[in-house]
Structure formats: C-alpha cells, structure tokens
C-alpha cells in the first residue's frame, strides 16, 4: 500500500489528503499521460455515487484529464462495474468511478479501470503513484492538444440492458416479490428498473439519495430496514446494495442474511451442474469461511483463497482460468460477464436460481452450515504491531490451539489504521478466546508503545 493508493484505488475523508481536490486533479494528469498510446483522440469515462464530495472530485478529474489531452465522457451517478462495462464498450483508454464504496458519505475515493475494464495492476498504480510525487510538473497536453469534456445520455438504458442480457431470453422474474435497498447510492435508479423490467414485483427502499445519507443505517453494511421491509411486505426476498453497487447481500423471506460466502456456494453449485463453471473451482478471500471450503471439496471443487480486495480476487481468476470468485462481503465476480464486482448481475444470478428450483429463498441460498467464526477489529496509530515479538507469539499460540481444525488470519486493513483479526473454527467458545486473547496483546503493545 502506497502514500496514495490502498487496497481498492485512492480513499479518505472528502477534502483531506489524499482525497483533495488538488490530488484528484493530478491523478487525472497522470493516469492521463499513462494511458494515452498512439495517435487517436484518447477518452477516459467517469461515474461516481451520490456523495456530495462527488461533484468537486469529478470536476477536477475533468480537469486533470483535459489538461493532459483527454477527452471525458461524464457518466453521473452508475454503478461501479457499470463504468468497468462502458469503458470497453465506449473503446475508452480509462474509465474512473468515484466513490467509498461502503463507507459513509464524507469519505469518498478513486477507482481506475484500464481499457479491458480491469483495475490497475499494483504496478500501473505505483507508476501513477511517482508521478504524483513528482516536486515538477507533470508533462500536460500543448495548447491546442487540450481534452474536451461532455455528459453523455443513455449509459443507464445501456447497463440495463447489459444486465438483463446476463439471464437467458426466456427467464422471467414474474411472480417474485423483491425488496431491493439501493443503499442510496450509486444502483437507485438501474437496479429498480431492472428487476421490474424482468417481471418482478419490486418494493424500492433508500433510493433517494442527498449527498449525506449514503450507507446511512441501510445497504449492505446495515441490513437492519431490509429484513424488517421483507417481514413488512411478506416478500420473497430483499437484495442489498452497497454505496457503488459493486456487492450486495441476499435476505431471505425468514429476514436470515446471505453472505457472499453462500452465493459463492450457490453459483458455483449451480454453474457447475450446468457444466458452466471454469477452472474446477473458484477464488474467495482469506477472510472467507472455512465452510465454504468444506462445501466446494465436498463437489470435488477447489477454493482458492487470495489476499483481500476484488481485485486479488479477479487477477488470481485471471491466472488459474476461474470464471467464479468473490469476498464474503458480497463482492461476487462473475468473468463471463464482468471484469469487477456487480451487485445488481449477482443478484440475478440468485433470483434464476430460486425461480428454476421454485423454492423459497432460505432453501436454495442456504448450501452449507458456517464454521464459528470471530471478526475483531482493534484502532492503531503508529507503529508496525504485528511486527512485535509477543504479538507474533500470541498468533502462533492460537494457530496451535485450532489446529488442522481452524485458521486464523491477522491483517492491517486497507482503508483504515485498524487491525483486523479473526479466527474460525468448530469450536465457538474456542474461537472467541483466540481472538481475545490476540487483541489483548495488540493492546498491551499498543499502549506500551
């Protein structure tokens, strides 16, 4: 992780560094002259959520890019792998979203995607990253080489679309009833349309964003409002967006919540019995549950496991031929279709799941039992703890105490000073103690420090 870029693009408090205009301005500037190659006018796209901070984000973007001789189609408020999707289908050099994902409205952030529709490699990244640093100038367009700058119509007809197109001609919603919080973010408008469009009955929460109430109590980091609109409206299922629409998370008609980990499980269940899935197996996090471990090699499947971050995720698919991966989280990749994450295609996927089996949603999206599993987090300010020798004692004591039978996995966050430590295993009062006792120690070092 770099001074700008962490696990997931460039992030921060709206207005302070690295999220300042200044910056955004000489990010456009960089990528800019990073991607333009050969002679032709070179455009980059750029969506972004609903954030307030959005507006001056985006126009000094714009300017950035202008000033290094590239022209900018304007998307306005889109899903994130709605601008992975345009900057192939537009033939762009660069497509950008702006937005924190699922972070609260006064972060926002930088997302870069390259003409195939894939996030920067880390490399590309880091070359961006030098010039950012650089004390001169970065090398800008001649005068009469200057980028021109417009807002295009249509790109949400276009995306609509593009997700329809994902289920078969045939498969029709009709006759579901479907909750769908937009988180008041980036998918409020696509989503809805979509699903209506496809036969179902929708019922439409948080889709009236402000500039502050993105994630605000509702999304998929707050599904409290969905499972009480589900039980409210005696609805099928409900479907949680996150701020960019890159994730979501499934609520049955019980109001139980569905994790990424269980639409992995289903898909790949269900594309591997229709003869679909590539590379016999797919690609989740560290952070993913050791069930859903057991459950692929139970269909003689392998799981893959990679760092945390989509973008591990679609690289390791990318290398091993995987057509499946995605993070707990509700990040679900599906490669025949997107290059990045995608809320709203993921949950069709599961809605042509539940239609084929005609069983309700608690049956079909439920594939194994969860080992017990503890996430904690523990603040830091300074300092490298995990370096400490009592630290990496106590991880090792715990990896001892699980056994063959359990994990554990410490890890620095990548978009916050936290620590994250988490542990599963079959024993519950096991796993708890582990994790306790591992955050004491960070503690006892951290205020020793």
């Known amino acids: 992780m770099g001074r700008y870029f962490g696990t997931d693009g460039i992030r921060g408090r709206a207005n ?73 289908s537009l033939r762009a050099d660069l497509g950008v979203m702006i937005s924190a994902s699922h972070n609260p409205y006064h972060d926002n952030g930088i997302k870069l995607f390259g003409p195939d529709g894939y996030k920067l490699s880390d490399e590309i990244e880091g070359n961006i990253e030098a010039m950012l640093d650089e004390e001169i100038a970065i090398s800008v367009a001649d005068s009469d080489g200057l980028g021109r700058a417009k807002r295009i119509d249509g790109v949400h007809d276009r995306y609509i679309e593009f997700a329809k197109r994902t289920l078969p001609r045939s498969m029709s919603l009709a006759g579901l009833r479907v909750v ?65 629409a890159d994730r979501m998370l499934i609520v049955d008609e019980n109001g139980v919540v569905i994790d990424g980990d269980q639409i992995m499980a289903l898909i790949a269940e269900s594309w591997h019995q229709a003869g679909r899935l ?19 090699q139970s269909l003689k499947l392998e799981l893959h496991r990679t760092k945390v971050g989509d973008r591990y995720v679609v690289e390791h698919m990318r290398a091993h031929g995987l057509n499946v991966g995605g993070e707990q989280s509700g990040h679900i990749v599906m490669s025949d279709y997107s290059t990045t994450g995608d809320g709203l295609v993921s949950a069709l996927q599961v809605l042509a799941c539940i239609k084929r089996a005609e069983k309700p949603a608690s049956e079909v999206c439920r594939k194994f039992e969860p080992v017990p599993q503890v996430l904690k987090n523990i603040r830091f300010s300074g300092g490298k703890p995990l370096e400490n020798a009592n630290v990496i004692a106590a991880i090792e004591d715990a990896k001892a105490q699980l056994g063959k039978k359990g994990r554990v996995v410490i890890r620095p966050s990548g978009t916050e000073p936290l620590i994250r430590v988490m542990a599963e295993g079959d024993d519950a009062g096991l796993v708890e103690k582990v994790v306790d006792d591992i955050i004491g120690v960070i503690s006892e070092t951290k205020n020793a420090a």
């Open 180 to 244: 769908i919080d937009c988180a008041n973010g980036a998918g409020y408008k696509v989503a809805p349309a979509a699903l209506w469009e496809l036969g179902a009955e929708v019922i439409t929460i948080h889709d009236e964003p402000n500039g502050f109430n993105i994630n605000t109590d509702c999304g998929s980091t707050s599904p409290a409002s969905l499972i009480k609109k589900v039980h409210e409206t005696r609805a099928d299922l409900g479907i949680a967006l996150d701020g960019d």
């Open 278 to 296: 590539a590379g016999g197996g797919i690609a989740a996090t560290i952070m993913s549950n050791l069930g859903l471990e057991r459950f692929m």
């Open 16 to 88: 302070k560094f690295p999220m300042t205009p200044e910056v955004a301005m000489k990010v456009g500037m960089a990528a800019g002259r990073t991607f333009q190659r050969g002679e032709h006018r070179h455009r980059v796209v750029i969506g972004k959520d609903t954030r307030l901070s959005g507006y001056m984000i985006e126009n000094a973007m714009v300017a950035g890019f202008c000033a290094a001789g590239m022209d900018v189609f304007l998307l306005g408020p889109i899903p994130t792998p709605a601008v992975a999707m345009l900057a192939r």
